[in-house]
C-alpha cells in the first residue's frame, strides 16, 4: 500500500511539474523578450538598426506586420543618423514579410530598387544578394527565365 501511494504522489508531482513547464511558468525568457529588453536601452545608432531588423526577424513567423513596422522604423532610424547600408537592409527583410504576403508584384519592385542601392554601395555581397532576392521574385512570380538570370547574375558577385 505504501508503494502505491509513493507512486501516486511521484506521479502527480510530475504531472505538476510538467505543467507548470509547458505553462511558461518555469520557462525561460524568449529570444524576442531578450532582443526587446535590449532595444529598450539602445542608442540611435546603427546597432539599433540592426537590432530592430532582428526583432522583426523573429515576428516574421508570428505576426507580418509587426515585422514590416519593425523593418520601416530601422530604415526611418538608419535614413536619420546616416547608415549606408540602411535601404539594402531594409529591403531584403521587407521583401520577405511581403512575400509571405502574397505581395508578389510589390516585393520585385522592391527587389530591383536594391540592386541599385547595393550598386551604389560597391558592396559585392549586398548586390549578390539584392540579385538573388529579386531572382526568388521572379521565381514567384512564375518567370522562370528572368529568375535564373538574376540568380546567374548574383552568382557572379559572390564569386567576385
Known sequence: ?????????????????FCLLYSGALAQPTLLDSLQQELKGAKEDQNKVLLLIRIGQEYEQTDLEKAKSLYRQARALGHKIGYPETEVKFIGNYTFALNMQGRLDSSLYWNLKAIKEAEKLKNNEQIAKAYFNTGTSYQYLSDYQSAAEYYQKGLTYFEK
Open 1 to 17: 500500500m505504501l508503494n502505491g501511494r509513493y507512486m501516486a504522489v511521484k506521479f502527480f508531482w510530475s504531472v505538476l511539474f
